[in-house]
């Protein structure tokens, strides 16, 4: 049948990669997607077996390191929250872009990232920082946690900032 894929996915992660001590639900979605995408994962809309996402997500980390695994979790998580209310300031986007020069293989990394979060689920103390946030860069709200808003012809409004008010996260 055209398109259908029947071929096996098998990636250069190679078996004995991920140490033993290695557990991926030790991690937040973001540091899933952030190691992940540091990783050799190949940027195609195939994800592979969970094995090889969790063999993936700790060659990202151990490239990385578990420090910088975090930090660029953190901003990649306040550019998406930003993004999503369409107010990412240029200096914010050009710091993301930098981080993440392939847009579309960090969308792939974030589908990877939900094979992940099914078959490996979340320890309590990654869940309680997953929804950690920064921006990297001036946030419109200027720390104010409210963003003002001119529209010509509605006048001035003010928006909830979704990283710095964003349900008490911060
Ligand atoms: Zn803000």
Known sequence: ?????????????????????????????????????????????RY????????????????????????RAVFCYGHRLLELSNLVPAAVRAAHEARFPDAFRLDVAAQATATSICFDGMHEAARKR????????????????SIRLWVYGDGMFSLVC????????A
């Open 1 to 45: 049948m055209p398109g259908t894929v029947v071929e096996r996915v098998t990636g250069p992660v190679a078996a004995g990669v991920v140490p033993a001590v290695f557990d991926a639900a030790g991690l937040t979605s973001s540091e899933r997607t952030v190691a992940l995408y540091a990783s050799d994962m190949p940027t195609r809309r």
């Open 48 to 71: 592979g077996t969970k094995e090889q996402v969790r063999a993936w997500i700790a060659q990202g980390v151990e490239r990385l390191g578990h420090e910088e695994v975090a930090r």
């Open 130 to 145: 997953n929804g950690a946030a920064r921006v990297d860069g001036p946030c419109p709200c200027r720390g104010t946690g």
């Open 162 to 169: 979704p990283v710095h008010n964003g349900g008490g996260r």
